[in-house]
């Protein structure tokens, strides 16, 4: 605990984290969000904001637990940090589980915000049948891509690329998932299936599935498990603590 609190407090005290982390997500709300006022997808009843806000969601868990974890980690391993570390008397596991546990609190935090701003500003909530669905898409989102994080740390090889290597690796999937646009289509359908076996779009859809009525997502949650565990495994094999 302790450990995860003086991880939470180097996060908030270092701005480009915060707000690439934190704001950037909530930014995107309210900008496409406005944007998609007042639209229904198609042929539905069912208002654009109430998928695009879960999407957001899903964007959000991503971006802390996949993003930052795996950016911060290839830097601490980059600038000797995760080396020093294993010299001194703060037990190796005890440091990584407080990196974790603050990941962890990050991604809690942002959902928060995002759900709250998403009612706030466009009426979107969560159907009451549909909390335990959310509950455990969010549980299993981050901790998938918690572990995709430490995964991808593991072949970064400077500081510099650590951002660009961990939003290039999900946001091209994530605009073809229809995570910013609900009304996204037109795919080749072999790239549709491709699409639809990362865990970018089955965040998303198990996310959606808790605002707007839909087919039980029991393939998502599935393949989201499929993914923690790949990730887990990757990360257990490669894991470093130096350059």
Excluded at 194 to 222: C, E, G, I, T
């Amino acid at each position: 605990m302790g450990q995860a609190l003086i991880e939470q407090r180097s996060f908030w005290r270092s701005a480009e984290y915060a707000l690439f982390t934190f704001v950037f997500p909530l930014m995107i709300l309210l900008l496409i969000g406005a944007a998609n006022v007042g639209s229904y997808l198609p042929g539905t009843h069912i208002k654009n904001t109430t998928v695009f806000v879960p999407g957001i969601l899903a964007f959000g868990v991503i971006v802390a637990a996949y993003v930052n974890l795996g950016s911060k980690v290839a830097v601490l391993r980059h600038d000797g940090v995760l080396k020093r570390i294993k010299t001194t008397p703060l037990p190796s596991g005890a440091y990584l589980g407080g990196l974790l546990a603050s990941t962890v609190a990050t991604a809690i935090l942002l959902t928060a915000g995002t759900g709250l701003i998403g009612w706030l500003a466009f009426g979107a909530a969560p159907r009451p049948g549909g909390l335990l669905v959310l509950a455990a898409g969010l549980v299993l989102g981050i901790v998938c891509f918690a572990s995709l994080g430490l995964a991808i740390s593991s072949v970064i090889t400077s500081a510099e690329s650590a951002g660009p290597v961990t939003y290039a690796s999900f946001l091209p999937i994530a605009i073809i998932s229809g995570v910013f646009d609900p009304t996204f289509g037109g795919l080749p359908p072999w790239l549709s299936h491709l699409v639809d076996l990362f865990p970018v779009k089955s965040l998303a859809q198990v996310l959606q599935n808790a605002y707007a009525v839909r087919p039980f997502p029991a393939w998502d949650l599935a393949n989201l498990a499929l993914w923690t565990a790949a990730g887990a495994t990757f990360a257990v094999w490669r894991f470093r603590w130096h350059s």
